[in-house]
């Protein structure tokens, strides 16, 4: 299975800051098909995940442009710009392009 | 608005069975995708079944490590999906959330999710 590998563990953030999650494949995400399936999910304290940015850099209906995703091949990040309360969690990444999905161990955004 | 419902949790002994439940609605359920993830008490997410829809004739696919314990279907005319899980583990503990997918974007929705515990 692809091990998706994502840093840091814990992100301490001040409110209105910058931070950037870093997630990487242990395989390249690239499919067939061409397309690249890493997708990022945050989980809200006693929510369920929800999808901010599917195949690398969409932003999911509803999500704020403050977040945004990039990368290719293996190396893959998540920023987050301005960041407001709302935004604590624990983001995870996840691939698709292999069987089976897998997900990070995710990373919790947490304030300083 | 999109809504996933799972139910069926609950407290099993080693060894038992257990059948989850997702009712859905706000979307066009006859041609999604259904899919169950169960999270672990350490926060750990993993994809476990996939029901795919009748114009690919309902294909499945499993983690290999629930093949032949675990069991999803769907019935289109009442919009739900549901997990047959057998011979249960305590390492089944979990959280268990149905999603579903939109073409290219993998899990857009997810359920509360209903919490499955087996001990002794």
């Known amino acids: 299975d692809v091990l998706m590998t994502q840093t840091p563990v814990s992100l301490p953030v001040s409110l209105g800051g910058q931070v950037s999650i870093s997630c990487r494949s242990s395989q390249s995400l690239v499919h067939s098909d061409g397309n690249t399936y890493l997708h990022w999910y945050l989980q809200k304290p006693g929510q369920s995940p929800q999808l901010l940015i599917y195949r690398v850099s969409n932003r999911f209906s509803g999500v704020p442009d403050r977040f945004s995703g990039s990368g290719s091949g293996t190396d893959f990040t998540l920023k987050i710009s301005r960041v407001e309360p709302e935004d604590l969690g624990v983001y995870y990444c996840?691939?698709?392009?292999?069987?089976?999905?897998?997900f990070g161990a995710g990373t919790k955004l947490e304030l300083k | 608005e999109v809504q996933l419902v799972e139910t069926g949790g609950g407290l099993v002994q080693p060894g038992n069975s257990l059948k989850l439940s997702c009712a859905t609605s706000g979307f066009t359920f006859s041609t999604a995708w259904m899919n169950w993830i169960r999270q672990t008490p350490g926060k750990r997410l993993e994809w476990l079944a996939q029901i795919e829809d009748k114009s690919n004739n309902y294909f499945i696919s499993y983690l290999e490590s629930v093949k032949g314990r675990f069991t999803i279907s769907r019935d289109d005319s009442k919009s739900s999906v549901y997990l047959q899980m057998n011979n249960l583990k305590e390492e089944d503990t979990a959280i268990y959330y149905c999603?579903?997918?939109?073409?290219?974007?993998?899990?857009?929705?997810w359920g509360q999710g209903t919490l499955v515990t087996v001990s002794s």
């Open positions: 996840l691939q698709s392009t292999h069987f089976p999905n897998t």
């Open positions: 999603t579903f997918n939109y073409p290219g974007i993998q899990f857009a929705y």
